[in-house]
């Protein structure tokens, strides 16, 4: 058999491409909806917090992605490894309707193999955490920011794409048996390993309508459900990043801040932010370390974002943010020597509240304090995640940092 591509057949490396490309996908396929339905069970209330269902999740999404990224370069290499090769002729050019509907099939499945596995690539590169590529390059990507907002969008993508790409291929298997079954000529025989004495077609040239209609169909697939998305986050409203609004009573207003956590899954670090939290803070420089005030911290747990396992971490095993929507911290402010303090309180998640110490610095500059505060806390003492109890899956410790700029009310 020829490698190269004839005016008859596709030539052995052609027939390879398709047909490794072909395995490829159709095992992708079912990774991907199998791991979605795992994964909508463990965010879902009924979730038991199983950790052998947290593992058979995170095994069906490596595989998912990992093949994806195979088909992804693969495609690329048929790609190229196409444009170099004739292509051999319609057997029915006459049918102008149908060829350009096969043609036009042809090139949305160009498309598909490359924008699926990358708008998929770039969700899970714009998240943190949850189910890494099996491979020793990274889990980044060039030019993609870490962002809720790409994240989103590019998974947005990655579902109709994925939708028009099964769509684009029962309409090219069913082409392919129709041409075999009922045409009864070679257009499929060309596509299948071996040799064989295959009719010579019509002489023809091949037309830019096809490519035409694909990029048309292309452009309204991903430009339809960006706007989608987008609509969908228009209805959904933003909520502003609320740093820490001030408390009445408060002495101090905090004018901007982040309340930050870090977890690590899989061996790899997930950072996640509150966007809504309250403090009322009643603070005076003493005139030697001692008593310096105390502090009241109201925290919206829905608030939270945490890379690609947010809606996890809300589930019923974690914080379980329907039950236990806010967390609070109280304190009282104690200084430890010039700009290190330390808040010595107790925080409250969930139905648990445990002794907990926040040691921080402190910089202050007439009526403007600026804070920078660090501690750990271990999730089980909470009662989070207790169906996880493999550290390498799900880290115990959990690092709790606050930055934030406050001034003194008048």
Known sequence: MSRQNTPQSYGSITKSFHWLTALLILTAFPLGYFATELAEHIQSSAFDGSQATIDRATLLFSLHKTIG??????????ILWAITQEKPGLLHPDRKLEAWAAETAHWVLYGAMVIVPLSGWIHHAATDGFAPIWWP???????????EFVSKLSSSVHFYAMLLLGASI?????GALKHHVIDKDSTLVRMLPGRRALPEPPAQHHSALPLLTALVVWGAVIGGSTMLFLNTQGAKGTVAPVAAAPVEG???TVENGTLAIEVVQMGSAITGTFSD??????????????????VEVAIAIPSLTLGSVTDQAMGSDYFDAETYPQATFEAEIIQIEGAQYEAQGTLTIR??????????????????????????VNRLDFNIGTGTQDEGTLAFGVDITVDLVATRAP
Request: avoid cysteine; charged fraction near 20%; hydrophobic fraction near 40%.
């Open 170 to 174: 029962l309409a090219h298997v069913g």
């Open 69 to 78: 990224v195979a088909v992804f370069f693969t495609a690329l290499l048929r």
């Open 250 to 252: 408060s002495g101090w």
């Open 137 to 147: 390059f990274g889990q980044n990507l060039p030019l993609v920011p870490k962002s």
């Open 277 to 294: 939290w309250r403090a009322k803070i009643d603070f005076e420089e003493p005139a030697s370390p001692g008593p310096a005030g105390r």
């Open 351 to 376: 139905d648990q509240t445990v002794a907990t110490t926040l040691p921080f610095t402190l910089d202050l500059d007439g009526d403007t304090a600026t804070m920078s505060g660090r501690t750990e």
